[in-house]
């Protein structure tokens, strides 16, 4: 997860449904942190109850849910409401999720960090609930809010119900504000299954087939024998075959379809591909036949490459192909378009997120980019185009593996390659972020340069910020130069082991590794003669003469091999 951007989902509930204007206040509260997208608001007027949904940076999106509490705590007044849903505080409940580079844990202890916050600042009682959970029995919201707001006074005289941050006696505040659970747990994915058939009864069938719940446990196992209960009188149920999951059976009048509709709880235990494929499997065996799928809502974009990499491993294909690729992979082999058109940047949560950032040069078309380059202005510059270069020569590498990995004949190698060929795609990944990292890099040098120089201490400050900002300037490039560098591990494989007919292709990669390599090290060396910090400029050009000494001498075993080859064809 290091290189990837660490995005969490937040979902708080609040107490009102009803009043508008009182809902607006506090969605804004959110709408105004930059980093976060608003993804959906959710109003109940029967339940008196706001469902909010939003994404982003970590610190962002803790800050804005921090923020909205706040403004809940405001504008509504619990000793007035009445719902039909379970609550106990002007925010009800604020759980964290992990939707991609952070994990369930991080997101745990930013909850608990969170609930503290809340509990010092604003004086509101909190519970930590799910992976949050202090306390075993609390993973589960019901304790929490058992007895709901009504229950408070009695549960904070009780230390061993009271709230695990900000406990205190009953007072009137509390009276206006609640208590808040915070957490965190998994992202729960909602999808339906769609069969060949409009009978909810078998839809329901193929539901309980598969559900972790299962289906009630009947005499003689049979579909009509008496239903068995335990010593409790309670029913007692046969598990079905998937973990983590919630499922029924339904009839869609819009699509004259039925289907069988499932919450995943965890999609670490049961991805959708997983789940698919078992509910495809179950469909089968009572002679019907899963016809597509219907992703219900957003989901982290990951559910669906892992599901492309899954069906393109089952045809013994490459998965070192484009993320875009991927990503059309799991939608025709699941149907996700099925039903209506699927687009991926309308339904899965890191391309909404991308939706918002500003025009990027990778963005650009590759006239565009030159005509860029070639414009008077500094940026993008040498280490840019540096950066490109060794993404170009990681991409034709990349480029041999796949061919070699669908080359006929060569089935037995297929997986091998389509290892080489991920890898490819990740350092051809990392140096088109580079591409723009080194433009950014620069760009924060002459924003230094820019500061106020009145007062000595302005000018310290300013002093600070352009070696700091030189510093950063330098390391780009050198990460440039390393993942350039690994680049030829790559066209040295191929060039050996490819597909004899694209060994030219594996040397101009290295060509252009090197290119990368030495061109990215020059800016190195520019930028860390710039810092005042001469032990640390000596240590970077050190590392940068290291790498780039090793560079023509892997260049040229590359180059040698190729060569050969293309005498003895």
Not at 135 to 147: F, Q, S, T, Y
Not at 247 to 272: H, K, R
Request: net charge negative; glycine share 8%; aromatic share 6%.
């Amino acid at each position: 997860m290091a290189n990837e951007r660490q995005i969490v989902e937040c979902v708080p509930n609040f107490s009102e449904g009803r009043n508008k204007t009182v809902i607006e206040e506090i969605v804004a509260e959110i709408k105004r942190h930059q980093g976060v997208k608003l993804l959906d608001v959710d109003a109940g007027e029967a339940t008196n109850r706001t469902v909010v949904t939003f994404v982003g940076d970590p610190k962002n999106v803790v800050d804005a849910a921090f923020h909205a509490v706040r403004k809940a705590a405001e504008v509504i007044d619990m000793r007035l409401h009445h719902g039909a849903h379970p609550r106990m505080g002007a925010t009800d409940v604020c759980p964290l999720i992990p939707i991609s580079g952070i994990t369930l844990e991080e997101c745990a202890n930013l909850a608990r960090a969170l609930a503290q916050r809340i509990a010092d600042e604003l004086r509101i009682p909190c519970y930590a609930y799910e992976a949050a959970a202090l306390r075993l029995e609390r993973k589960n919201l019901a304790v929490c809010r058992m007895g709901e707001y009504e229950a408070l006074p009695d549960k904070l005289a009780d230390p061993a119900k009271a709230p695990d941050y900000g406990a205190r006696p009953y007072d009137e505040d509390i009276a206006r504000t609640g208590c808040t659970a915070v957490g965190a747990r998994d992202f729960l994915l909602a999808v339906n299954f769609n069969l060949n058939s409009t009978s909810t009864r078998r839809a329901n069938a193929i539901a309980f087939d598969v559900r972790e719940k299962g289906r009630p446990k009947r005499e003689g196992d049979t579909l009509t024998g008496k239903i068995l209960k335990d010593t409790d009188g309670q029913t007692i149920y046969q598990p079905g075959t998937l973990k983590g999951t919630k499922a029924i059976g339904w009839y869609i009048d819009e699509y004259g379809i039925a289907q069988v509709s499932m919450n995943i709880t965890d999609i670490n235990t049961v991805p959708l591909h997983v789940a698919f494929d078992e509910v495809s499997r179950a469909a089968h065996e009572r002679g019907l036949r899963v016809t597509g799928t219907e992703l219900v809502g957003l989901a982290p974009k990951r559910v669906l490459v892992e599901a492309g990499k899954h069906y393109l491993k089952k045809q013994n294909r490459s998965c070192g192909i484009p993320e875009a690729d991927i990503i059309h992979v799991a939608v025709k082999s699941m149907g996700l378009d099925d039903l209506q058109p699927f687009n991926p940047k309308e339904k899965l949560i890191e391309y909404m997120l991308n939706d918002d950032n500003p025009k990027k040069l990778v963005d650009l078309t590759v006239t565009d980019f030159a005509n860029e380059t070639s414009r008077e202005s500094p940026a993008p510059g040498g280490g840019t185009i540096s950066a490109y270069m060794g993404a170009l020569a990681a991409a034709l590498g990349t480029m041999v593996a796949n061919l070699s990995a669908n080359k006929r004949g060569w089935d037995d190698q297929a997986m091998t390659f389509s290892q080489w060929a991920e890898k490819g795609q990740r350092l051809m990944s990392e140096l088109l972020a580079l591409v723009d990292e080194d433009t950014e890099a620069f760009n924060a040098i002459m924003a230094a340069f820019g500061l106020p120089k009145k007062t000595e201490e302005d000018k310290a400050a300013r002093s600070d910020a352009i070696e700091h900002a030189t510093l950063y300037a330098a390391n780009v490039p050198l990460r440039t130069m390393k993942a350039s560098f690994s680049v030829f591990e790559l066209c040295k494989v191929m060039a050996e082991q490819g597909n004899p007919n694209s060994v030219s292709d594996a040397g101009v990669g290295a060509l252009a590794a090197r290119a990368a390599v030495l061109g990215a090290g020059l800016n190195v060396k520019i930028n860390a003669g710039s810092l005042k910090d001469r032990h640390e400029a000596g240590r970077l050009i050190k590392e940068a003469n290291l790498i780039a000494a090793q560079t023509d001498a892997a260049e040229q075993e590359i180059m040698a091999i190729v060569e050969s080859k293309i005498s003895g064809l």
